[in-house]
Every structure is written in structure tokens, then in C-alpha cells.
């Protein structure tokens, strides 16, 4: 069940120039969290909507979110210190649904990355990461994926880091490989995860999919986040996602 409180930063670091990382007392409201679930966070005063941040970690009590500043919202919330209180609404939406004894080749780009951690992390060192960035510059979280994992690939669209390229490419090479994993579970922009759907269904491998839709209410209450299936309905990306079977998805929408 959802809850909406206040809740205390208590610790700022910043990831790298462009990635903060906040960690939140949340109380009670952890035991509820599963993976790939979200919050959605009031930035600013007045009007402003609320704005959905993925949980990317969380232990008994405390809850982390990683983000980079987009626009109005997200500059707001990066400008927040340590002692300071926001007004937290969650765990939101239908995350991933995930076999803790699984072994999951894990896919995620940019600000897409963190919520891929919780579930690194709850399948005790099985998984496997394949992480995409734009530049070196702004990599994050290496470090806490491969203490969670059982290997990590990292790329880089210029080539300034890891493998030069798209994840999609590793992606391949890693599935023609091994045989091996319960699935594939990816975070990013639709298009890589149109990219690493179609690879994963070229070897067969069942994929999940954490949309970034724009949001509004969070809670299934407007139609901003409303999005296209693959069977021609309209689904709330808040409510029935943001995790949907890759075949659910309409690619072309
Ligand atoms: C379920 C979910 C989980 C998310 N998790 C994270 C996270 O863990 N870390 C993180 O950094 N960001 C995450 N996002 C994206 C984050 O919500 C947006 O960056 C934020 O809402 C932008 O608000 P703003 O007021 O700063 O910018 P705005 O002024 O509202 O927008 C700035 C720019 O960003 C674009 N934008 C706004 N919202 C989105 C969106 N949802 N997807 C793609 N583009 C958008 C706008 O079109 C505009 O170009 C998530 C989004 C969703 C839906
Ligand atoms: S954001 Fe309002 S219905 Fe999904």
C-alpha cells in the first residue's frame, strides 16, 4: 500500500558531475518496496507536480534514489542537502518480478542504471550487468554493481569507456554465449529497449521492461503517463507498469 510522508535526507553524494545520489529515512514504508518500484517525489513548492524517481537500493528504514537534473523538478530536488525533508509518495507501479534464485542478465542505460541495482543485489551475485553510459563522465554505480554481481560489461556510446557502442551489441554477445539466464531485465530509453528486446527474443530468453514515461499523478488518477500496448489497449504506465513484459509493448507507439 502506498504512503505518502515526509522524509529525511540523510545522505547527498554526488555519483559523478551529474548524478546525485540521495538516501532517504523512510520508515516503514521500505517494508513495502519491491524491485523496479518507484517514488514519486513533490520538487518545489507550490504546484509543481510530483516527479518519479526509481528506488535503487534499499535496506530496513532507508531507501536510495540516484538522479540526474532534467529541468525545473529534478534541479530542485539536486539543490536539497542532507537534514532536509521531502514529501515522498510510495513504493509505486509493478516493478520487476524477479526469481531471487534466478540468474538475470541485467540491461541498463544512463539514468536507467539504478533501479537495476536492488535487483543485482537480491539475487545474491547471480546476475550479470550490462551497462550503457554516453560518456565516461557519466558512469555511475560500477563499483556497487560489481560487488552485486557476477560480472559487469560496461559501454560507452563515444567509446570513452568500456566497450565502444550501444548495449545491444554486448547484449548479443553475452546471449550467444550463455544459455543460462532466467532472463533479461532493462531499464532505459525505448529505443535501447526496443534494441535489447528484439535480442533477447532473437536467443529466446524471456524480457522485462521499466518504461520512463512522463508522469503526473503516479497513482493511476490522470492519463499522462497512458501508453499503447502491443494488444491495442492503453495501460497506465504508473499503475500497470513501469515494468511490462517486452512483448506487451507497442515498439512503433
Ligand atoms: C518510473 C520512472 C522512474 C524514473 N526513475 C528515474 C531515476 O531513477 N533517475 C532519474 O534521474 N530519472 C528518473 N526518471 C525520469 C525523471 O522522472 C525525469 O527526469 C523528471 O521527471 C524530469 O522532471 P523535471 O521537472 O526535472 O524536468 P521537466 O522540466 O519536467 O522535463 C525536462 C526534460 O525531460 C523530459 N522528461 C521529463 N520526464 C521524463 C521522463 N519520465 N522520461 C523521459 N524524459 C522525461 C522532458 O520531456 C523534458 O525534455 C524516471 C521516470 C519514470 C517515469
Ligand atoms: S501518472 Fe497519472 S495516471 Fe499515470
Not at 2 to 8: T, W, Y
Not at 20 to 34: N, P, Q
Not at 137 to 142: E, P, S, T, V
Request: glycine letters at 14%; hydrophobic letters at 40%; aromatic letters at 6%.
Amino acid at each position: 500500500m502506498p504512503m505518502q510522508k515526509m522524509c529525511k535526507i540523510v545522505e547527498k553524494v554526488m555519483l559523478n558531475p551529474y548524478a546525485v545520489s540521495m538516501a532517504l529515512d523512510v520508515g516503514e514504508l521500505s517494508r513495502e518496496i519491491s524491485y523496479g518500484q518507484f517514488v514519486n517525489i513533490k520538487c518545489g513548492e507550490g504546484l509543481l507536480l510530483r516527479r518519479p524517481i526509481s528506488i535503487c537500493d534499499w535496506q530496513e528504514g532507508v531507501l536510495r534514489i540516484v538522479f540526474e537534473v532534467r529541468g525545473e523538478g529534478t534541479d530542485w530536488l539536486a539543490r536539497r542537502d542532507a537534514g532536509e525533508y521531502l514529501d515522498v509518495m510510495g513504493p509505486l507501479g509493478r516493478g520487476f518480478r524477479l526469481d531471487r534464485e534466478g540468474r538475470y542478465l541485467l540491461v541498463g542505460g544512463g539514468i536507467g542504471v539504478p533501479p537495476l541495482l536492488s535487483c543485482a543485489v537480491g539475487t545474491g551475485r547471480r546476475s550479470t550487468a550490462v551497462l550503457g553510459f554516453r560518456s565516461a563522465d557519466r558512469a555511475m554505480l560500477l563499483g556497487d554493481f560489481a560487488a552485486s554481481c557476477a560480472g559487469v560489461r560496461v559501454c560507452s556510446d563515444d567509446g570513452s569507456l568500456g566497450t565502444h557502442g550501444f548495449v545491444d551489441g554486448v547484449v548479443k554477445e553475452i546471449l550467444e554465449q550463455d544459455k543460462g539466464f532466467t532472463a533479461v531485465l532493462a531499464c532505459g530509453p525505448k529505443p535501447m529497449l526496443r534494441a535489447v528486446a528484439a535480442a533477447a527474443q532473437a536467443y529466446g530468453v524471456p524480457c522485462q521492461v521499466s518504461m520512463e514515461e512522463r508522469m503526473g499523478c503516479g497513482v493511476g488518477a490522470c492519463l499522462v503517463c497512458a501508453c499503447k500496448t502491443a494488444d491495442g489497449h492503453y495501460h497506465h504506465v504508473c499503475k500497470d507498469g513501469p515494468v511490462f513484459d517486452a512483448g506487451e509493448v507497442d515498439w512503433n507507439a
